[in-house]
Nanobody, 130 residues
Framework: QVQLVESGGGSVQAGGSLRLSCVVS????????LGWFRQSPGKEREGVAA???????YSSESVKGRFAASHDNAENTWYLQMDRLKPEDSAMYYC????????????????????????WGQGTQVTVSS
């Protein structure tokens, strides 16, 4: 079974950077579509980025130009580089693997939403101060 573990979160001042990591274990060859999501207390889960076989396919308008997803296949690790962080970026961040039967469709920006991802990490907290 596919398992995902996020790390790299922490506290940073506005304008700073963080790089989140998502280590995939189990059957990584089946994971071609990886999504990044975030959620703040009392708010809905928000999709922020998607990447398919190492190629970014989606970024939300709120993070576009500041966040970049990437993949290191040799290490079975996926990354989210976050630059020029803002206080409104504060949230719990999750990586998630597409449900196996979707064959990359969840990473299509027209289809990108949490419902297309069946395997989730535990989350890593990002806090951005003014």
């Amino acid at each position: 079974q596919v398992q995902l573990v996020e790390s790299g979160g922490g506290s940073v001042q506005a304008g700073g950077s963080l790089r989140l990591s998502c280590v995939v274990s189990g059957l990584p060859s089946r994971v071609k579509c990886l999504g990044w999501f975030r959620q703040s207390p009392g708010k809905e889960r928000e999709g922020v980025a998607a990447i398919y076989t190492g190629v970014p396919t989606y970024s939300s308008e709120s993070v576009k130009g500041r966040f970049a997803a990437s993949h290191d296949n040799a290490e079975n690790t996926w990354y989210l580089q976050m630059d020029r962080l803002k206080p409104e970026d504060s949230a719990m961040y999750y990586c998630a693997a597409e449900s196996p039967t979707l064959y990359g469709l969840a990473c299509n920006p027209r289809n990108f939403n949490a419902g297309g991802f069946g395997h989730w990490g535990q989350g890593t907290q990002v806090t951005v101060s003014s």
